[in-house]
């Protein structure tokens, strides 16, 4: 006669976290977007991503970002004059220096992304460090500031070149850089 045994098995149950951080209203359109940020315990690894939420429809468009991604700003950029309505997002995206995930040291980027979600262009070199950036919606052009990493030294250094570069935001083109 066989032996027959019991194996109880247990695991944390907080493994798994969702966190929705905020919902953003697109003026003009039928959408909310909600930012959304789950946290994998276990894994020690967390993912950002943005919902497009059609709220007449209930149908949802998800945009997602690199593992470990970290989203500073949503903002929209709606100049009615120009027929401009898109969304902004600005955040850490890639890991250049290559030293285990994205991290403080690692450049801002632009992602620019249709009032639907369904279409995303990053706007800003991947080696490009975003500081600062304004809307001149006379215009309809994106003035960002920051800096090349002129030497390819994953770093900020004297040797990098500071710019100002201006973008179209009907053509998603840079119109030039000083």
């Not at 950036?133 to 002129?150: I, M």
Request: glycine share 6%; aromatic share 12%; no cysteine.
């Amino acid at each position: 006669m066989g032996i027959i045994g019991f194996l109880n098995a247990y695991a944390q149950e907080k493994s798994y976290q969702v966190y929705f951080n905020k919902l953003m209203k697109v003026l003009g359109t039928e959408y909310v977007i909600a930012s959304i940020r789950n946290d994998y315990k276990v894994f020690k690894k967390s993912e950002n991503y943005l919902v497009f939420i059609n709220t007449q429809t209930t149908e949802k468009t998800r945009v997602d970002f690199p593992e470990d991604s970290n989203i500073r700003e949503v903002q929209q950029i709606k100049i009615d004059s120009l027929g401009i309505n898109r969304i902004l997002v600005a955040g850490k995206i890639f890991d250049l220096n290559m030293k285990n995930g994205i991290d403080w040291d690692d450049p801002i980027q632009i992602i620019i992304l249709s009032t639907d979600g369904k279409e995303k262009i990053q706007l800003t070199d991947t080696n490009f460090f975003t500081r600062n950036w304004v809307v001149d919606e006379f215009t309809g052009s994106l003035v960002v500031t920051g800096y090349s990493d002129s030497n390819d030294n994953k770093r900020y250094d004297n040797r990098d070149k500071s710019e100002i570069r201006i973008y179209d935001l009907k053509t998603l083109q840079m119109k030039g850089k000083l």
